[in-house]
């Protein structure tokens, strides 16, 4: 048996960043700077972050046109008791067309799929219909999907998979979100 050289054990990895703690966006924008150091195009897609302005969006406009944010939702989606709006439906439905294009086309190094887990959860997206195109991805491509309770079956395609737990925030001592740290 023969060991595998360096460059012919790289590949591009589905990675997982949800649980219910703090951080998930978070560790996958420091995995795309990274990415972006090392000289690889970085897109990112929020699927249901729309309405607020985040520090981010300032950061990746100085990063030039390899290194992309877009916000395809309105915010906060209503879910549970209400029936969800059928405007949200069809934004979740427009980002996944988008992100699924941007993945297959091979023009990123890494797509950042922000809150895919809670459109998942949420049944505005299917999650077969993802799971479908992360097993059809260019070679090289790396894809990151955050949000809470990740679907099993994306958690069993997924080469890493990790799991934010809260141990302790801020917000239960009554300090609300500071600018700069969660926004």
Known sequence: MTESSPASSR?????????????????????????????????????????????????????GPDFVIKQMGRGFVKVGGAETDPEDIKMVEDAWAEAADAILSGDWDLVVLDEINYAIGYKMLDPQAVADVLRCKPEMVHVILTGRNAHPLLIELADTVTEMREVKHAYQKGILAQRGIEF
């Open 11 to 63: 590949r591009g990895l589905i990675l997982i960043n949800t649980g219910p703690g703090k951080g998930k966006t978070t560790a996958a924008l420091g995995t795309a700077f990274r990415a972006a150091g090392n000289g690889m195009r970085v897109l990112i897609l929020q699927f249901l972050k729309g309405s607020w302005h985040y520090g981010e969006l300032d950061s990746a406009l100085k990063m």
